[in-house]
Each structure stands twice: as C-alpha cells, then as structure tokens.
C-alpha cells in the first residue's frame, strides 16, 4: 500500500524559502509520475511540478517556473525546493503519485495516491 507523507511546510515571508518533502513508502514503481499540487482556501487544487520515475522530465505551473524545483532520490521521495515565495504562494501542498501515467499532467484528475498536506503560509 502506497503511503505519501508531506513535511516542510511553514510560515515564511515574502521572498524567503522552503523545501518541502514526500516521504514514499510502498512506492516501488519504476514508473509513472508524482507530483506537487496546492490548494487555497475557497480555490480549486491547482498542479505545482511534476516528474517522471526516472527524473528525465519535469512540468511546472507558469506561476512557479524560475522559482520553484522538483527533485525526487533513488527512494522515491520527492521534493520541491521553493525560492522567492510570493503571498499567493500559500496554500495547502500536497504529494500525489501514479504509476500508469506516461506523462505527467499537472490534473488531479489523473493522480491516484495523495498525502494529506502540509500548509505553506507566505506573508508579505
């Protein structure tokens, strides 16, 4: 059973940084994707950055390219490094993962594991 726990998150403000991390147990996939999706308050769940198993590819949201960088290690845990955070930047964050994609949509709709989040704040 796959098991994605985020951690990281915090209060930061405008213009500092923070890494969060998904912890992947019974993660054994050679395949697929994961990714990073967030959700505001009152706001739809919005695709962040997405990469493959091997880590060849990555996707980011227009909002955060240039600012925020997915990695993953050999342990499938997966990372997202997030430089000069912006107020619209808070949100809840969350690990998502999926085995079978051959791509990697920023779409929750295609995702089929979740973590539970972890809340990023940024004021400004």
């Known amino acids: 059973q796959v098991q994605l726990v985020e951690s990281g998150g915090g209060s930061v403000q405008a213009g500092g940084s923070l890494r969060l991390a998904c912890a992947a147990s019974g993660y054994t996939y050679t395949t697929g994707c994961m990714a990073w999706f967030r959700q505001a308050p009152g706001k739809e769940r919005e695709g962040v950055a997405g990469i493959d198993s091997g880590g060849w590819s990555t996707k980011y949201a227009d909002s955060v390219k240039g600012r925020f960088t997915i990695s993953q290690d050999n342990a499938k845990n997966l990372y997202l490094h997030m430089n000069s955070l912006k107020p619209e930047d808070s949100a809840m964050y969350y690990c998502?993962?999926?085995?079978?994609?051959?791509?990697?949509?920023?779409?929750?709709?295609?995702?089929?594991?979740w973590g539970q989040g972890t809340q990023v704040t940024v004021s400004s």
């Open positions: 998502a993962a999926n085995p079978a994609l051959d791509d990697c949509p920023l779409r929750r709709e295609f995702y089929r594991d």
